[in-house]
């Protein structure tokens, strides 16, 4: 069974940084891009990054660009989301995502292309 487990959420203030991971229990991990996507209250899941299989192409979301940085360690099953100079309207729940390989470009961007979610963990974001 697919698990993909996301942690590291918590609470910040303003200008902070958090470093979110999820772990995947994928039996070939680098055989799946990986996205971050998050979800505020009453607004509709939205795109955040991904990376490629092999890591060598990362796609951001405009509010993310320039202070997010996604990256991902194939030799422990991992993704992470690097997230700093924090605002407010970052709050939200991060959910990580598995998708087929050959992802990339507008594809890698929306959410129906993946296959496996985790359960999403939570970035509060105060002000």
């Known amino acids: 069974q697919v698990q993909l487990v996301e942690s590291g959420g918590g609470l910040v203030q303003a200008g902070g940084s958090l470093r979110l991971s999820c772990a995947a229990s994928?039996?070939?991990?680098?055989?799946?891009?990986m996205g971050w996507f998050r979800q505020a209250p009453g607004k509709e899941r939205e795109f955040v990054a991904a990376i490629s299989w092999s890591g060598d192409n990362t796609y951001y979301a405009n509010p993310a660009r320039g202070r997010f940085t996604i990256s991902r360690d194939n030799a422990k099953n991992t993704v992470y989301l690097q997230m700093s100079s924090l605002k407010p309207e970052d709050t939200a729940v991060y959910y990580c995502a598995a998708g087929p390989y050959s992802l990339r470009g507008v594809s890698i961007k929306i959410s129906v292309s993946y296959d496996y979610w985790g359960q999403g963990t939570q970035v509060t974001v105060s002000s």
């Open positions: 994928l039996r070939t991990f680098s055989n799946y891009a």
